[in-house]
Protein backbone atom coordinates (compact mmCIF):
# COMPACT_ATOMS: atom_id res chain seq x y z
CA UNK A 1 0.00 0.00 0.00
CA UNK A 2 3.10 2.34 1.04
CA UNK A 3 4.43 1.61 -2.79
CA UNK A 4 1.17 2.58 -4.29
CA UNK A 5 0.95 5.87 -2.19
CA UNK A 6 4.40 6.67 -3.02
CA UNK A 7 3.54 6.30 -6.98
CA UNK A 8 0.22 8.03 -6.76
CA UNK A 9 2.27 11.13 -4.85
CA UNK A 10 5.23 11.48 -7.73
CA UNK A 11 2.23 11.43 -10.41
CA UNK A 12 0.49 13.93 -8.86
CA UNK A 13 4.15 16.09 -8.63
CA UNK A 14 4.81 15.30 -12.22
CA UNK A 15 0.94 16.40 -13.26
CA UNK A 16 1.46 19.35 -11.08
CA UNK A 17 4.87 20.61 -12.24
CA UNK A 18 4.14 19.95 -15.98
CA UNK A 19 1.02 22.72 -15.22
CA UNK A 20 3.02 24.77 -13.77
CA UNK A 21 5.60 24.48 -16.52
CA UNK A 22 2.73 25.10 -19.30
CA UNK A 23 1.76 28.06 -17.51
CA UNK A 24 4.86 29.74 -17.71
CA UNK A 25 5.45 28.94 -21.45
CA UNK A 26 1.73 30.25 -21.76
CA UNK A 27 2.55 33.74 -20.41
CA UNK A 28 5.89 34.10 -21.64
CA UNK A 29 3.93 33.85 -25.13
CA UNK A 30 1.46 36.45 -24.71
CA UNK A 31 0.94 38.91 -27.54
CA UNK A 32 2.27 42.30 -26.73
CA UNK A 33 -0.80 44.74 -26.22
CA UNK A 34 0.83 48.23 -25.48
CA UNK A 35 -1.36 51.11 -23.93
CA UNK A 36 -2.92 54.41 -25.96
CA UNK A 37 -0.10 56.09 -24.66
CA UNK A 38 2.79 53.48 -25.55
CA UNK A 39 0.72 53.38 -28.92
CA UNK A 40 1.33 57.10 -28.94
CA UNK A 41 5.17 57.11 -28.62
CA UNK A 42 5.92 54.64 -31.20
CA UNK A 43 3.75 56.44 -33.80
CA UNK A 44 6.09 59.61 -32.22
CA UNK A 45 9.26 57.85 -33.03
CA UNK A 46 8.08 56.58 -36.27
CA UNK A 47 7.44 60.42 -37.50
CA UNK A 48 10.82 61.63 -36.13
CA UNK A 49 12.28 58.70 -38.24
CA UNK A 50 10.13 59.47 -41.05
CA UNK A 51 11.21 63.14 -40.57
CA UNK A 52 15.04 62.80 -40.32
CA UNK A 53 15.18 60.29 -43.63
CA UNK A 54 13.25 63.38 -45.70
CA UNK A 55 15.73 65.82 -44.43
CA UNK A 56 18.67 63.48 -45.32
CA UNK A 57 17.15 62.52 -49.00
CA UNK A 58 16.69 66.50 -49.28
CA UNK A 59 20.26 66.75 -48.32
CA UNK A 60 21.76 64.43 -50.68
CA UNK A 61 19.76 65.69 -53.32
CA UNK A 62 20.94 69.15 -53.02
CA UNK A 63 24.12 67.67 -52.51
CA UNK A 64 24.12 65.83 -55.72
CA UNK A 65 22.67 68.78 -57.43
CA UNK A 66 25.94 70.86 -56.12
CA UNK A 67 28.46 68.08 -57.44
CA UNK A 68 26.79 67.84 -61.27
CA UNK A 69 27.04 71.76 -61.41
CA UNK A 70 30.51 71.83 -59.91
CA UNK A 71 30.86 69.12 -62.18
CA UNK A 72 29.40 70.84 -65.75
CA UNK A 73 30.88 73.79 -65.04
CA UNK A 74 34.40 72.29 -64.46
CA UNK A 75 33.96 70.30 -67.77
CA UNK A 76 33.50 72.82 -70.11
CA UNK A 77 33.16 72.06 -73.92
CA UNK A 78 36.33 73.87 -75.32
CA UNK A 79 38.86 70.64 -75.73
CA UNK A 80 42.65 71.85 -75.77
CA UNK A 81 44.74 70.30 -77.96
CA UNK A 82 47.95 68.57 -77.04
CA UNK A 83 50.34 71.37 -77.92
CA UNK A 84 47.95 73.36 -75.85
CA UNK A 85 48.32 71.75 -72.47
CA UNK A 86 51.72 73.10 -71.79
CA UNK A 87 52.45 74.24 -67.92
CA UNK A 88 55.06 76.63 -65.99
CA UNK A 89 57.85 74.60 -64.61
CA UNK A 90 60.99 74.60 -65.60
CA UNK A 91 63.07 70.98 -65.44
CA UNK A 92 67.06 70.99 -65.12
CA UNK A 93 66.69 68.00 -66.85
CA UNK A 94 64.07 68.78 -69.34
CA UNK A 95 66.22 72.03 -70.36
CA UNK A 96 62.89 73.78 -71.76
CA UNK A 97 59.57 75.04 -70.20
CA UNK A 98 56.88 72.98 -70.48
CA UNK A 99 53.63 72.80 -69.05
CA UNK A 100 49.94 71.44 -68.75
CA UNK A 101 47.23 74.07 -69.61
CA UNK A 102 44.68 73.33 -67.11
CA UNK A 103 42.81 76.47 -65.48
CA UNK A 104 39.55 77.59 -65.97
CA UNK A 105 40.25 80.23 -68.87
CA UNK A 106 38.45 80.99 -71.51
CA UNK A 107 38.88 79.99 -75.64
CA UNK A 108 39.32 83.47 -76.14
CA UNK A 109 41.86 84.29 -73.20
CA UNK A 110 43.85 81.27 -74.45
CA UNK A 111 44.01 81.98 -77.86
CA UNK A 112 44.90 85.79 -77.38
CA UNK A 113 47.88 84.40 -75.77
CA UNK A 114 48.93 82.19 -78.11
CA UNK A 115 52.71 82.53 -80.05
CA UNK A 116 52.84 82.52 -83.48
CA UNK A 117 55.29 79.05 -83.26
CA UNK A 118 52.28 77.74 -80.80
CA UNK A 119 49.85 78.40 -83.72
CA UNK A 120 52.22 76.93 -86.55
CA UNK A 121 52.41 73.30 -84.28
CA UNK A 122 48.85 73.61 -83.63
CA UNK A 123 48.70 73.85 -87.57
CA UNK A 124 50.92 70.78 -88.11
CA UNK A 125 49.58 68.67 -85.37
CA UNK A 126 46.05 68.98 -87.24
CA UNK A 127 47.65 68.17 -90.73
CA UNK A 128 49.46 64.73 -89.10
CA UNK A 129 45.58 63.84 -87.64
CA UNK A 130 46.94 63.47 -83.71
CA UNK A 131 43.80 63.20 -81.61
CA UNK A 132 42.65 65.91 -79.29
CA UNK A 133 43.23 65.61 -75.61
CA UNK A 134 40.34 66.02 -73.05
CA UNK A 135 40.41 66.74 -69.68
CA UNK A 136 44.05 66.42 -68.42
CA UNK A 137 43.52 64.88 -64.56
CA UNK A 138 47.48 63.81 -63.82
CA UNK A 139 51.20 64.79 -65.17
CA UNK A 140 54.26 62.70 -64.58
CA UNK A 141 57.80 63.41 -66.07
CA UNK A 142 60.03 60.72 -67.11
CA UNK A 143 63.98 61.61 -66.07
CA UNK A 144 65.51 58.98 -65.64
CA UNK A 145 66.25 57.62 -69.23
CA UNK A 146 68.64 59.37 -71.87
CA UNK A 147 67.04 57.87 -73.81
CA UNK A 148 63.21 59.25 -73.20
CA UNK A 149 64.89 62.34 -71.15
CA UNK A 150 62.01 65.04 -71.40
CA UNK A 151 59.26 63.08 -72.27
CA UNK A 152 56.04 63.60 -70.01
CA UNK A 153 52.99 60.93 -69.39
CA UNK A 154 49.51 62.96 -68.97
CA UNK A 155 46.76 60.75 -68.08
CA UNK A 156 42.86 62.00 -68.76
CA UNK A 157 39.34 61.63 -67.74
CA UNK A 158 38.85 59.16 -70.44
CA UNK A 159 41.24 56.62 -69.44
CA UNK A 160 44.01 57.75 -71.88
CA UNK A 161 47.94 57.87 -70.76
CA UNK A 162 49.38 60.09 -73.48
CA UNK A 163 52.98 59.77 -73.65
CA UNK A 164 54.26 63.64 -74.97
CA UNK A 165 57.59 65.29 -75.89
CA UNK A 166 57.24 68.89 -75.64
CA UNK A 167 60.43 69.72 -77.31
CA UNK A 168 59.29 68.66 -80.05
CA UNK A 169 55.87 69.11 -79.72
CA UNK A 170 55.25 65.24 -80.66
CA UNK A 171 52.42 62.64 -79.41
CA UNK A 172 55.11 59.86 -79.24
CA UNK A 173 52.87 57.07 -78.00
CA UNK A 174 49.05 56.43 -76.37
CA UNK A 175 47.48 53.93 -74.27
CA UNK A 176 43.59 53.40 -73.62
CA UNK A 177 42.78 51.57 -70.17
CA UNK A 178 39.47 49.55 -70.35
CA UNK A 179 36.15 49.89 -68.34
CA UNK A 180 35.24 53.19 -69.12
CA UNK A 181 38.53 54.20 -66.70
CA UNK A 182 38.90 57.56 -65.36
CA UNK A 183 42.97 57.88 -64.43
CA UNK A 184 43.65 60.33 -61.95
CA UNK A 185 46.93 60.01 -60.48
CA UNK A 186 50.12 58.21 -62.12
CA UNK A 187 53.24 57.32 -60.69
CA UNK A 188 57.16 56.84 -61.67
CA UNK A 189 59.66 54.36 -59.72
CA UNK A 190 63.04 55.94 -59.47
CA UNK A 191 64.39 54.11 -62.56
CA UNK A 192 61.49 55.13 -64.77
CA UNK A 193 61.02 51.42 -65.85
CA UNK A 194 57.66 51.34 -64.11
CA UNK A 195 54.33 53.28 -63.91
CA UNK A 196 51.83 53.25 -61.93
CA UNK A 197 48.10 54.64 -62.78
CA UNK A 198 44.54 54.33 -60.84
CA UNK A 199 41.41 56.15 -61.22
CA UNK A 200 37.76 55.44 -60.93
CA UNK A 201 37.53 51.92 -61.27
CA UNK A 202 39.52 51.50 -57.90
CA UNK A 203 42.28 48.95 -59.69
CA UNK A 204 46.14 49.92 -59.67
CA UNK A 205 47.42 48.94 -63.13
CA UNK A 206 51.25 48.60 -63.07
CA UNK A 207 53.12 49.27 -66.20
CA UNK A 208 56.38 48.04 -67.80
CA UNK A 209 57.00 51.37 -69.15
CA UNK A 210 59.46 50.21 -71.95
CA UNK A 211 56.88 47.88 -73.61
CA UNK A 212 53.75 50.08 -72.34
CA UNK A 213 51.60 47.28 -71.21
CA UNK A 214 49.90 46.00 -67.83
CA UNK A 215 52.51 43.46 -66.40
CA UNK A 216 49.98 43.50 -62.86
CA UNK A 217 46.79 44.31 -61.53
CA UNK A 218 46.15 45.73 -57.70
CA UNK A 219 43.05 45.08 -56.70
CA UNK A 220 43.21 42.92 -53.41
CA UNK A 221 42.36 39.41 -53.20
CA UNK A 222 38.71 38.12 -51.91
CA UNK A 223 39.06 37.13 -48.76
CA UNK A 224 42.49 37.46 -47.83
CA UNK A 225 42.82 41.18 -48.32
CA UNK A 226 40.57 43.20 -50.36
CA UNK A 227 41.85 46.21 -52.29
CA UNK A 228 40.50 49.77 -52.47
CA UNK A 229 36.69 50.11 -52.69
CA UNK A 230 36.65 53.81 -54.10
CA UNK A 231 38.27 55.84 -56.29
CA UNK A 232 42.16 56.17 -56.09
CA UNK A 233 43.37 59.52 -56.25
CA UNK A 234 47.39 59.49 -55.01
CA UNK A 235 50.37 57.16 -56.04
CA UNK A 236 53.47 57.19 -54.50
CA UNK A 237 56.57 54.85 -54.78
CA UNK A 238 59.45 54.63 -52.58
CA UNK A 239 62.12 55.98 -53.76
CA UNK A 240 63.89 53.38 -51.57
CA UNK A 241 62.46 50.64 -52.56
CA UNK A 242 60.59 50.36 -56.38
CA UNK A 243 58.24 47.53 -55.11
CA UNK A 244 56.84 49.30 -52.41
CA UNK A 245 54.22 51.31 -53.82
CA UNK A 246 51.52 53.51 -51.55
CA UNK A 247 47.79 54.74 -52.54
CA UNK A 248 45.12 56.20 -51.57
CA UNK A 249 41.21 57.57 -52.25
CA UNK A 250 38.18 58.06 -51.07
CA UNK A 251 37.63 54.89 -48.79
CA UNK A 252 39.67 56.25 -46.19
CA UNK A 253 42.49 53.98 -46.46
CA UNK A 254 45.97 54.35 -47.61
CA UNK A 255 47.27 50.92 -48.51
CA UNK A 256 51.04 49.52 -48.99
CA UNK A 257 51.55 47.17 -52.09
CA UNK A 258 54.57 45.32 -52.73
CA UNK A 259 53.79 44.84 -56.77
CA UNK A 260 54.72 41.56 -57.22
CA UNK A 261 51.76 40.43 -55.48
CA UNK A 262 47.97 41.28 -56.14
CA UNK A 263 46.82 41.90 -52.07
CA UNK A 264 47.97 44.24 -50.10
CA UNK A 265 50.58 44.05 -47.71
CA UNK A 266 49.12 46.56 -44.95
CA UNK A 267 47.38 49.43 -44.69
CA UNK A 268 46.34 52.55 -42.62
CA UNK A 269 42.63 53.84 -41.71
CA UNK A 270 41.98 56.93 -41.62
CA UNK A 271 43.05 59.65 -44.47
CA UNK A 272 40.12 60.17 -47.33
CA UNK A 273 42.49 61.65 -50.00
CA UNK A 274 41.55 63.36 -53.09
CA UNK A 275 44.53 64.64 -54.49
CA UNK A 276 48.07 64.47 -54.94
CA UNK A 277 48.55 64.37 -50.94
CA UNK A 278 50.95 61.41 -50.68
CA UNK A 279 54.55 61.35 -49.90
CA UNK A 280 56.88 59.41 -48.55
CA UNK A 281 60.45 59.94 -46.92
CA UNK A 282 62.41 57.09 -45.17
CA UNK A 283 59.83 55.62 -43.21
CA UNK A 284 57.60 58.48 -42.82
CA UNK A 285 54.26 58.89 -44.87
CA UNK A 286 52.79 62.39 -45.20
CA UNK A 287 48.83 62.25 -45.68
CA UNK A 288 46.77 65.38 -46.73
CA UNK A 289 42.90 64.57 -46.09
CA UNK A 290 39.78 65.71 -47.70
CA UNK A 291 38.39 67.04 -44.28
CA UNK A 292 37.56 69.46 -41.90
CA UNK A 293 39.71 68.07 -38.79
CA UNK A 294 42.95 66.26 -38.85
CA UNK A 295 43.23 66.95 -42.68
CA UNK A 296 47.40 66.83 -42.55
CA UNK A 297 48.99 63.70 -40.64
CA UNK A 298 52.29 61.53 -40.56
CA UNK A 299 52.05 57.92 -40.72
CA UNK A 300 54.64 55.80 -38.94
CA UNK A 301 55.58 53.30 -42.07
CA UNK A 302 56.08 50.40 -39.91
CA UNK A 303 53.80 50.31 -37.26
CA UNK A 304 51.35 51.24 -40.18
CA UNK A 305 49.80 54.09 -37.68
CA UNK A 306 49.06 57.59 -37.69
CA UNK A 307 52.10 59.47 -35.91
CA UNK A 308 50.64 62.41 -35.10
CA UNK A 309 48.71 65.42 -36.66
CA UNK A 310 49.76 68.08 -37.98
CA UNK A 311 47.96 71.71 -37.48
CA UNK A 312 47.23 72.69 -40.77
CA UNK A 313 44.93 75.98 -40.15
CA UNK A 314 43.74 78.18 -36.96
CA UNK A 315 41.12 77.07 -35.85
CA UNK A 316 40.24 79.66 -33.40
CA UNK A 317 39.82 81.79 -36.73
CA UNK A 318 36.67 79.61 -37.51
CA UNK A 319 35.30 78.88 -34.27
CA UNK A 320 31.71 80.28 -33.53
CA UNK A 321 31.62 81.36 -37.37
CA UNK A 322 30.09 79.60 -40.50
CA UNK A 323 32.98 79.56 -42.21
CA UNK A 324 34.13 76.11 -42.93
CA UNK A 325 37.79 75.00 -42.63
CA UNK A 326 39.74 74.25 -45.62
CA UNK A 327 40.85 70.21 -46.92
CA UNK A 328 43.93 69.50 -48.07
CA UNK A 329 44.62 68.46 -51.90
CA UNK A 330 47.99 68.42 -52.66
CA UNK A 331 50.79 67.93 -49.90
CA UNK A 332 54.76 67.17 -50.68
CA UNK A 333 57.57 66.74 -48.48
CA UNK A 334 60.24 68.95 -49.39
CA UNK A 335 63.50 67.61 -51.12
CA UNK A 336 65.96 66.09 -50.74
CA UNK A 337 66.13 65.94 -46.84
CA UNK A 338 62.23 66.14 -45.76
CA UNK A 339 62.97 69.16 -43.67
CA UNK A 340 59.51 71.28 -44.35
CA UNK A 341 55.87 70.31 -45.47
CA UNK A 342 54.50 72.22 -48.65
CA UNK A 343 50.42 71.74 -48.65
CA UNK A 344 47.79 73.36 -50.26
CA UNK A 345 43.69 73.15 -50.86
CA UNK A 346 40.42 74.82 -50.42
CA UNK A 347 36.93 74.81 -48.80
CA UNK A 348 34.56 72.01 -49.66
CA UNK A 349 32.63 72.79 -53.29
CA UNK A 350 35.11 75.41 -54.32
Known sequence: ?????????????????????????????????????????????????????????????????????????????????????????????????????GGRRTRENFQSQDSQDTKNARKKQQEADVPQADHMTAVEAKQASDEYQGVLVAASSSGNLFYLHPESNSLLDTIKEENDNEVYCLDYTASGEILASAGKDHIIRIYDDTKKEV????????????????????????????????????????????????????????????????????????????SNENNLCIIDLKMQKIDYQIPWYDSEAYKDTKLVPPCVYAARFTMPDAGFIVAGGTQRDE
Open 1 to 101: MSETKSDEEENEWMKATYTRTQNIITESHQPFQPTIEQMRDLLKQKCQRQNQMKKRNEWMKATYTRTQNIITESHQPFQPTIEQMRFSVYDSTLKTNVGLW
Open 215 to 290: VTKLTGVFEERHGHANRVFALKFNPKDENMLLSGGWDNNVFIWDIRHEAPVGHILGPSITGESLDIHGNRVLAGSF
